[in-house]
C-alpha cells in the first residue's frame, strides 16, 4: 500500500514544487492512515489543508480505495 501511495504522491509533487512548495510521505499505517509533511510555501500557506484535502488526499483515496484518510504533521 505504501508504494501505490508514494507513486501518487510522485505525481502531486511537481504540482506542488512550482508553486514553491513540496510534500513528504511520512507514513502509512495499517488502518488506512496517511500522514504526510508539507513543506516550503505549502507550510505556511493559508490554502495548505484546502491543497491536502482537495489535491492530496483526493488523489491518494482515488488511486488507494483501502486508504481512510490523510493528515499532515
Not at 7 to 14: D, L, T, Y
Not at 17 to 37: F, I, N
Amino acid at each position: 500500500m505504501r508504494e501505490k501511495v508514494e507513486a501518487v504522491i510522485k505525481q502531486i509533487r511537481p504540482f506542488l514544487q512550482a508553486e514553491g512548495g513540496d510534500v513528504e510521505l511520512v507514513d502509512v499505517d495499517e488502518k488506512g492512515v496517511v500522514k504526510v509533511r508539507l513543506q516550503g510555501a505549502c507550510a505556511g500557506c493559508i490554502f495548505s489543508q484546502m491543497t491536502l484535502a482537495n489535491v492530496i488526499e483526493q488523489r491518494i483515496r482515488e488511486a488507494v480505495p483501502e486508504i481512510d484518510h490523510v493528515e499532515a504533521v
